[in-house]
């Protein structure tokens, strides 16, 4: 048993030797290539911070989501230069590399949804400072009255009414509705006769009207961001909309003036070109008719379709003269079969 021990002890050894260089190769590696990717994602934000500042380098620093980047790249560069510093054994480092993963919130910048809702964030911060002032007036009146009515040295809760510290804590628990039924209990053990009014008052003034009251103004401000992104939106495609129609009126104005001037250099008639030009349209080819009697091509084309429409017209007319005649001759043939039976019956 003690040679069995002695060669499953050798081997162990053996395997972990092995095993070491291994180890210690992934280590040196994984270091290295966060270490590259840290470099490349820091210079690509750098690059970016340059360009915007070298094309608007005024406008940009009015911008609250370029100021954030810039508050982003000095937080990046924050672990580099401790280690530069201090050295690579610093003891708040670790503290540095940390708060990178603030590095995160500049994909706010490239979202229009989360900035909109940020917005309406923004927008509710005097509402909410107002609803959070009257709920800590809320929470220092009662905390005063716990303190008084069940933090007597005797036979009072001492760790949840003992001081107004964690009166504080005890209020902010029954606003939330977390765990109130625990501390309620703990009072009734105690036999304070006014604990489920204080309690049940309470909670209906923090937690059913003031906390309500919060969501709602939250409700309402991001309602009306949401709106105004829309009408945003809206503003966009219309101008969007414009500039097309601008592109495709400039684009057939060209067409036409490039009809004219080979009429004029070729000697052919300009219904041959308008002819040949109809040929180079395609059914997807956007066209802007609102001023199209100022071109001949197109008034041109819109008399041919007016034609095919009088023709179609004309057809259905005839169809429905067939019809009429029809139903006409149907209507004599009635009465006739009538007559005929009525007579059959007599006999």
Sequence with gaps: ?????????????????????????????????????????????????????????????????????????????????????????????????????????????????????????????????????????????????????????????????????????????????????????????????????FTIIFILLASFIFLNMFVGVMIMHTEDSIKKFQRELMVERHVTLMEERQMILKRQQEEVNRLMNAQKSGGRSFSELVEEFKKTLRHTDPMVLDDFGTSLPFITVYLSTLDNQDTTVNKLQELYYEIVNVLRLMLEDLPQKKSSHSSEFTI
């Excluded at 972990?16 to 210079?43: G, N």
């Excluded at 708040?92 to 989360?114: F, P, V, W």
């Excluded at 002032?133 to 003992?162: H, R, S, V």
């Excluded at 628990?173 to 703990?186: K, R």
Aim: charged residues 15%; positive net charge; contains cysteine.
């Design 1 to 197: 048993m003690q040679t069995l021990g002695k060669e499953r002890n050798r081997c162990q050894a053996a395997l972990f030797q092995k095993c070491t260089p291994l180890l210690h190769c992934k280590l040196i590696q994984r270091p290295a290539l966060t270490q590259i990717s840290e470099i490349l994602f820091v210079s690509i934000y750098a690059c970016e911070f340059f360009m915007k500042v070298y094309v608007e380098p005024i406008k940009y620093w009015r911008d609250g989501y370029n100021l954030l980047d810039v508050v982003i790249i000095l937080i990046i560069l924050i672990p580099y230069t401790l280690r530069k510093i201090k050295g690579r054994h610093y003891r708040y480092l670790h503290i540095a590399d940390g708060i990178q993963s603030l590095r995160i919130l500049k994909l706010i910048s490239y979202s229009r949804g989360i900035r909109t809702l940020i917005t309406a964030v923004g927008q509710t911060v005097y509402t909410v400072a107002s609803v959070l002032t009257l709920l800590f007036i809320l929470m220092y009146i009662f905390a005063i009255l716990g303190f008084c009515l069940f933090g007597i040295p005797e036979k009072g809760d001492l760790n949840n009414w003992g001081n107004l510290a964690a009166a504080f804590f005890t209020l902010f628990s029954l606003a939330t509705v977390d765990g109130w039924t625990n501390l309620q209990e703990q009072l009734d053990n105690r036999k304070f006769t006014v604990s489920r009014a």
